[in-house]
């Protein structure tokens, strides 16, 4: 039972240009969504958040755009830099307690 | 200086033995949890300890057994090895129980069972 999903296993992009990954999740008791960023050989690290109350977040490069009646965000990255290329998880969480729901992530490749 | 640290980062071992992983934080956060990484490649939580107290534990085996002598450490031991316990195994930590979310992670301890 995948409650988040991500259906793009990877996604290329040339430097320079926006990356769009996308995030879809079926509980709609989830109100707190996050990206996260791993490389290889590391642990995940907190990219961006939003919150149920809002339907955008922006941090810099990074943008993250929520959908509640879709039950559908994403995560825009302009300009892409080659140094983003890494697997990008989207995660959620119900209001009370932290008990994150991870996808399976997207590998995004900037290519340069 | 690494923030949550995990010890081993690679272990492999045959079928049946028990091991244990270390976690430790230097964030003086309250809240630790354990991951799996599963070869589908989902993070999925195990556990949940704030201030060593178990708050989260989700359908895991009992030969999974979690311990926090306080609250910077949270170890994993695992009794009877199977191979479906070969995973990757993060550790995790957040600054409290309420919090959002934001979770610091370690590298992470890739564990193959032979």
């Known amino acids: 039972d995948q409650q988040v999903k991500q259906n793009s296993p990877s996604l290329s992009v040339q430097e320079g240009r926006i990356s769009i990954l996308n995030c879809d999740y079926t509980n709609s008791m989830f109100d707190y969504f996050l990206w996260y960023k791993k490389y290889p050989a590391e642990g995940p690290t907190f990219l961006i958040s939003?919150?149920?109350?809002?339907d955008k977040n922006e941090d810099g490069r990074f943008t993250v755009f929520l959908n509640k009646s879709a039950k559908h965000l994403s995560l825009h990255i302009v300009p892409s830099q080659p140094g983003d290329s890494a697997v990008y998880f989207c995660a959620a969480s119900a209001i009370r307690g932290n008990k994150l729901v991870f996808g399976a992530g997207t590998i995004l490749r900037v290519k340069s | 200086d690494t923030a949550v640290s995990q010890t081993p980062k690679y272990l492999v071992t045959q079928m049946g033995n028990d091991k244990s992983i270390k976690c430790e934080q230097n964030?003086?956060?309250?809240?630790m949890y354990w991951y799996k990484q599963d070869s589908k490649k989902f993070l999925k939580i195990m556990f949940s300890y704030n201030n060593k107290e178990l708050i989260i534990n989700e359908t895991v085996p009992n030969r999974f057994s979690p311990k926090s002598p306080d609250k910077a450490h949270l170890n994993l031991h695992i009794n009877s090895l199977e191979l479906g316990d070969s995973a990757v195994y993060f550790c995790?930590?957040?600054?409290?129980?309420?919090?959002?979310?934001?979770?610091?992670f370690g590298e992470g301890s890739r564990l193959t069972v032979l």
């Open positions: 939003i919150s149920s109350i809002k």
């Open positions: 995790a930590s957040s600054r409290d129980y309420a919090n959002t979310g934001e979770l610091f």
């Open positions: 964030l003086g956060h309250d809240t």
